[in-house]
């Protein structure tokens, strides 16, 4: 159910991003591939590139592309992100970052290539494709500092030095 509601989430926005009048950079991030590496925790990689379709599905439905290519390009990153993190067996910040990297560079890289097996002409170039890779692993990275900064606020330790305190 919490990925459900992530996934929902992450579609207002990077509908939000791609809709206001940002700098395109900003607009570059996809934050429905964090919800592919969030899934990569809870499933298999088989799973996981199931996750990954539907988000590239919901991705060319809002964006007005082609159908199929994201798709293609979110289950062929879904699988590749949780078939590393299995394989490295990562956890806490390094999860997120690697995850978010992977999985917007797959996506991208999956995305284009489908692009030219169609013979179409994708809507952003090497710098889009690019800016996507780098706002996406940026949000990972904020992602894998949120957890961080949750974690320490929740740890035994610091309960501990809160009751100490107030003694």
């Not at 988000?55 to 990153?77: H, K, N, Q, S, Y």
């Amino acid at each position: 159910m919490t990925l459900a509601i992530a996934f929902v989430l992450a579609l207002l926005l990077q509908l939000g991003l791609t809709a206001s009048h940002l700098w395109w950079v900003l607009a570059a991030c996809q934050p429905i591939l964090l919800v592919v590496v969030a899934s990569a925790r809870r499933f298999d990689p088989v799973g996981v590139a199931w996750t990954g379709l539907a988000a590239g599905l919901a991705t060319d439905l809002m964006t007005e592309r082609i159908i199929g290519p994201g798709g293609i390009a979110g289950a062929v990153a879904g699988f590749v992100v949780a078939a590393v993190v299995r394989r490295f067996e990562m956890e806490g910040p390094l999860y997120w970052i690697v995850g978010s990297l992977l999985a917007a560079t797959c996506s991208e890289a999956v995305w284009m290539l489908s692009l030219a097996t169609l013979g179409v002409r994708p809507d952003h170039a090497f710098a889009g494709g690019l800016a996507t890779v780098v706002m996406t692993s940026a949000a990972g990275l904020l992602v894998a500092a949120g957890e961080r900064a949750w974690r320490a606020w929740n740890s035994p330790a610091h309960k501990r030095r809160r009751v100490l305190r107030h003694l």
